[in-house]
């Protein structure tokens, strides 16, 4: 009886090697919920300077000119090309 139990103390499911795997993937996990939460609260913050009642001037041109293309008229635009091609 004694070596049943030993013997499946350290083999299969319920194991503790499979205890120690649980608790790596655990710590796995809770660094990429860390890392997907400063994710989201950077985007809340950037969604939030986007509102309808209060838009951040800076926000507003930093959109403008990455989307559109748009440039001051004193401002020179270089063009670099792609080493890879």
Do not use: C
């Not at 649980?22 to 300077?49: F, K, P, Y």
């Not at 838009?55 to 090309?81: A, N, W, Y």
């Amino acid at each position: 009886m004694v070596a049943y139990f030993a013997y499946h103390a350290f083999q299969g499911d319920n194991s503790l090697a499979a205890l120690k795997r649980l608790e790596a993937q655990e710590a796995d996990l809770t660094v990429l919920a860390q890392d997907v939460g400063a994710e989201r609260a950077a985007l809340e913050l950037s969604t939030s300077r986007l509102n309808n009642r209060s838009i951040d001037p800076d926000m507003l041109e930093e959109q403008v000119r990455q989307r559109l293309g748009f440039t001051h008229p004193d401002e020179v635009v270089v063009f670099l090309s792609d080493a890879s091609h």
